[in-house]
């Protein structure tokens, strides 16, 4: 039988409260995927979305997709090394991204610690954008469908992203694809995107979805985990952190349930590999 599917949306540099949620599911006893956004949001000057890309990177049974707040950690980090800054942000009067970056509660620790550590470096930038599960759940970051516009299937998007993300300023133009909210809302999109990835329903984070627990909308084809997770995110009147559970929970089986009747099941793609 295959293991329960354990979802585990934007963490945000909250690493001690991500060690607490996993503690219920041992890893050898789910299939876990994570959302992205390990990064920015912790306790300042502790590494905490470090501490939180390793805990996934070493856990067993586990896949991840890359987040914006990933995206913009290896953008702070290329401008760092190189002290080219993405014309953009000059445009807008910021003199850096980092300084951006740090507004928007960045860590310099996370910086160092993953500068430092080139095989946490290369693991963060070979991310995927998306997954495709074997019963047709498509993972991604942010509810949004700008990852059309890279390819027309999981495989392509991702060989698009990974090709960007080994060249200068390709993080930056990757980031762009990961920021999008909302478009789901749309019925009609939603069923665009699923069909042109070949999927049944999609998982994602990034918007916070100010419930208890993860609940499924347009007739159960989408499903939101950003749970407002991280405790130090609200330090100056943010979204409050929301319970473990509205972040960290469990993927209901796609049974047909979950699926508006007559949900259309043609589209691009291949199955992505079971979750290990």
Same mark, same amino acid.
């Given at each position: 039988?295959?293991?329960?599917?354990?979802?585990?949306?934007?963490?945000?540099?909250?690493?001690?409260?991500?060690?607490?949620?996993?503690?219920?599911?041992?890893?050898?006893?789910?299939?876990?995927?994570?959302?992205?956004?390990?990064?920015?949001?912790?306790?300042?000057?502790?590494?905490?979305?470090?501490?939180?890309?390793?805990?996934?990177?070493?856990?067993?049974?586990?896949?991840?997709?890359?987040?914006?707040?990933?995206?913009?950690?290896?953008?702070?980090?290329?401008?760092?090394?190189?002290?080219?800054?993405?014309?953009?942000?000059?445009?807008?009067?910021?003199?850096?991204?980092?300084?951006?970056?740090?507004?928007?509660?960045?860590?310099?620790?996370?910086?160092?610690?993953?500068?430092?550590?080139?095989?946490?470096?290369?693991?963060?930038?070979?991310?995927?954008?998306?997954?495709?599960?074997?019963?047709?759940?498509?993972?991604?970051?942010?509810?949004?469908?700008?990852?059309?516009?890279?390819?027309?299937?999981?495989?392509?998007?991702?060989?698009?992203?990974?090709?960007?993300?080994?060249?200068?300023?390709?993080?930056?133009?990757?980031?762009?694809?990961?920021?999008?909210?909302?478009?789901?809302?749309?019925?009609?999109?939603?069923?665009?995107?699923?069909?042109?990835?070949?999927?049944?329903?999609?998982?994602?984070?990034?918007?916070?979805?100010?419930?208890?627990?993860?609940?499924?909308?347009?007739?159960?084809?989408?499903?939101?985990? &950003? @749970?407002?997770?991280?405790?130090?995110? =609200?330090?100056? #009147? +943010?979204?409050? %952190?929301?319970?473990?559970? /509205?972040?960290?929970?469990?993927?209901?089986?796609? &049974? @047909?349930?979950?699926?508006?009747?007559? =949900?259309?099941? #043609? +589209?691009?793609? %291949?199955?992505?590999?079971? /979750?290990?």
């Amino acid at each position: 039988m295959p293991r329960p599917l354990l979802i585990v949306g934007d963490v945000q540099g909250d690493a001690e409260r991500l060690v607490t949620a996993l503690q219920a599911y041992p890893e050898d006893g789910v299939d876990t995927v994570f959302l992205g956004d390990f990064f920015q949001g912790g306790p300042p000057g502790k590494g905490g979305g470090a501490a939180a890309a390793r805990i996934a990177r070493a856990r067993r049974n586990a896949q991840s997709v890359i987040g914006n707040h990933d995206l913009l950690l290896l953008c702070v980090l290329e401008e760092v090394r190189t002290g080219r800054t993405p014309p953009q942000v000059l445009q807008f009067g910021k003199r850096s991204l980092a300084e951006v970056w740090l507004w928007r509660r960045g860590d310099w620790e996370d910086l160092r610690q993953v500068d430092a550590d080139p095989a946490l470096e290369a693991w963060v930038r070979g991310l995927p954008l998306m997954l495709r599960l074997p019963d047709r759940t498509l993972v991604q970051h942010c509810d949004d469908d700008a990852y059309m516009r890279l390819g027309r299937s999981v495989e392509e998007v991702n060989d698009a992203g990974r090709a960007l993300l080994e060249r200068p300023g390709g993080a930056w133009e990757v980031f762009w694809y990961t920021v999008g909210r909302r478009t789901f809302r749309d019925a009609e999109r939603l069923q665009r995107h699923l069909d042109h990835f070949g999927a049944l329903r999609l998982v994602h984070g990034h918007t916070p979805h100010h419930q208890d627990r993860p609940t499924p909308q347009q007739d159960g084809r989408v499903w939101g985990f &950003d @749970g407002c997770f991280s405790r130090y995110w =609200a330090h100056d #009147g +943010g979204d409050p %952190a929301g319970p473990i559970e /509205a972040t960290v929970a469990l993927l209901p089986p796609l &049974d @047909g349930a979950g699926v508006a009747p007559g =949900a259309r099941q #043609g +589209g691009h793609g %291949a199955a992505a590999p079971a /979750a290990g």
